[in-house]
């Protein structure tokens, strides 16, 4: 955390953010009932500790705000998911990179939703990603409206995984996610 604090990040804050929205609301999250508002969840907080170590979050805070071993097996399928779809795609040889950068966690406070900031947090990560000279922009997006956002942005759909056709071995959905969401998109956007 204070390493966080250093780059400019209240952490604390964001994680407290991600606790009240994204671990509650994330279609995939919502699906497994991962979290009940406000609750913490120590892997996915570890995840997004490490995540903005690499210094390349941004954020949007309203100026009065203070802003992988899994052992929970609902995180572990959400992970599951993430991982082999991304893993399958085999990107780096695809694209010949050796760096990419993912967007990784979207998230905005309820209350401020449909007004745009998803989508201009996201601009704003594919300049970071541009300034950084990273070749290849990528998102796991998971709901409809992060997939809406992204094609906006001209990013292209690499994979698309529908939630009803993924399935455990007795052929039942593993992901029962009401509308609009239906599928795990894996966009991506080349960087000049
Ligand atoms: N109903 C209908 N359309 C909606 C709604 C809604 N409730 N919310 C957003 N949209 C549409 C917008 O109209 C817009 O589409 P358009 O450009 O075609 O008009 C698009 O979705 C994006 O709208 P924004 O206002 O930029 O998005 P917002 O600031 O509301 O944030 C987000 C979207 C981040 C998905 C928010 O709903 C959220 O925090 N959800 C919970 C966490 C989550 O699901 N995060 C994304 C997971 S994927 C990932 O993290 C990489």
């Known amino acids: ?84 779809v991304s893993r399958d795609l085999d990107i780096f040889n695809t694209f010949k990179v050796e760096t990419l950068m993912e967007c990784r966690i979207v998230s905005v406070d309820a209350a401020a939703r449909g007004r745009g900031m998803a989508k201009e947090l996201i601009k704003r990560s594919i300049e970071l990603a541009l300034e950084h000279e990273f070749r290849l922009f990528k998102v796991d997006a998971t709901g409809h409206y992060s997939q809406r956002i992204c094609r906006s942005l001209g990013m292209a759909e690499l994979k698309k995984v529908s939630y009803e056709d993924y399935t455990d071995e007795l052929g039942e959905p593993i992901f029962r996610i009401p509308a609009p969401h239906h599928a795990l998109c894996i966009m991506v956007k080349e960087l000049p």
């Open 1 to 84: 955390i204070s390493s966080l604090r250093a780059a400019g990040f209240d952490s604390l804050a964001v994680i407290l953010h991600l606790r009240d929205n994204f671990f509650a609301d994330e279609p995939l999250n919502k699906a497994v009932s991962l979290c009940k508002r406000g609750e913490p969840h120590a892997e996915l907080e570890q995840l997004c500790l490490a995540t903005m170590d690499d210094r390349l979050s941004i954020a949007a805070i309203q100026d009065d705000q203070n802003v992988q071993k899994c052992e929970d097996p609902n995180y572990h399928k959400i992970f599951n998911i993430l991982y082999t």
